[in-house]
């Protein structure tokens, strides 16, 4: 079955068939859970996260290679293997839970500062995930490539860890989105029916930081970044009703991840700029139909009364 709009079909199925899955459960489950920060106010973390992620993953590559060299001899030309996946998951999570742990001290003995730590959180990320990639002795593997994700290369066993936990993730989400929105939309709504703002506060980073530490490997920080945090903030206003606002940004999402293959492929763009270009895009023509619909739906409304 031909694909709309893609020129040279054949190759994306024949080398780019798993990226293009990959990106397209990202581009599913990333709005969703993204739509969970937003709604607490709390956009920067969405960048903060998965930059954090991947620093943990820069972190498993400085140690496993600094061990590997160790035992080498300084002349040898054997290529460095990378670390085993459960290592660099490990060291995502360790790094992300501290990132997470020292902003819940700042955050509580300053309140309304989460927003400004999370940029710097993010800033910090960003460079120590460079300087520990440089640092590696991984200098046979493309650095920026490695610092930016390589959705582009991501293989078969990369796809089934992503739509596992992105299974679980969506499954989560959905089964406490109740929970997750009213706690973040009306906390003392919340507090009034039993539940506790602090613990749906901890589910939800949670949940979202241990999606972006098992897909940042495979689909990179770039990738992830954009869904969590693109269709959220552009739809937030236009979309009319709560109910329909995690679905219109998981289809922005998807969407978005099929415009930037179509521009990656067409164009013979870098996939992280196309995927950008493409969800925001995708985005702003959604919540432009939305603003119509909600305009008209007013409309007819004050006519009738």
């Not at 694909?3 to 798993?18: A, G, R, S, V």
């Not at 839970?97 to 300053?110: D, E, G």
């Not at 400004?116 to 640092?135: K, R, Y």
């Not at 929970?179 to 749906?200: I, N």
Request: hydrophobic share 55%; net charge neutral.
């Amino acid at each position: 079955m031909p694909l709309p709009f893609i020129d040279n079909q054949e190759l994306l199925l024949e080398f780019y068939l798993d990226a293009f899955i990959v990106g397209s459960i990202v581009g599913l489950v990333g709005p969703l859970l993204g739509t969970f920060l937003i709604l607490r106010r709390m956009p920067l973390l969405a960048f903060a996260l998965p930059q954090t992620a991947d620093a943990g993953v820069a972190f498993s590559f400085f140690i496993y290679g600094a061990l590997d060299i160790a035992s080498r001899n300084a002349e040898s030309t054997t290529v460095l293997a990378p670390p085993p996946y459960w290592m660099q998951v490990g060291t995502a999570i360790f790094i992300t839970a501290l990132a997470l742990f020292v902003l819940s001290i700042i955050t509580h003995r300053r309140p309304g500062a989460t927003g400004i730590w999370a940029a710097v959180v993010f800033l910090v990320a960003t460079g120590a995930s460079q300087l520990l990639l440089l640092e590696s002795g991984y200098a046979e593997f493309d650095l920026e490539a490695m610092s930016r994700g390589r959705l582009l290369s991501v293989l078969e066993d990369g796809t089934i860890r992503v739509t596992a936990i992105a299974a679980l993730s969506m499954a989560i989400a959905l089964a406490m989105r109740r929970g997750l929105w009213v706690t973040a939309f009306d906390p003392d709504l919340a507090s009034l029916q039993g539940k506790l703002p602090g613990r749906w506060l901890f589910l939800t980073l949670t949940l979202v930081g241990g999606f972006c530490c098992f897909t940042v490997n495979d689909a990179g920080p770039e990738v992830v970044l954009t869904h969590l945090i693109v269709p959220p903030v552009v739809l937030r206003r236009t979309t009319w009703s709560l109910t329909m606002y995690g679905p219109l940004c998981m289809l922005a999402g998807f969407l978005g991840n099929y415009t930037a293959f179509v521009l990656a492929l067409n164009k013979d763009w870098p996939i992280g700029p196309s995927m950008i270009i493409g969800v925001t895009g995708t985005s702003i023509t959604l919540a432009a139909g939305a603003g119509l619909i909600r305009a008209l739906s007013s409309r007819r409304q004050n006519r009738l009364a």
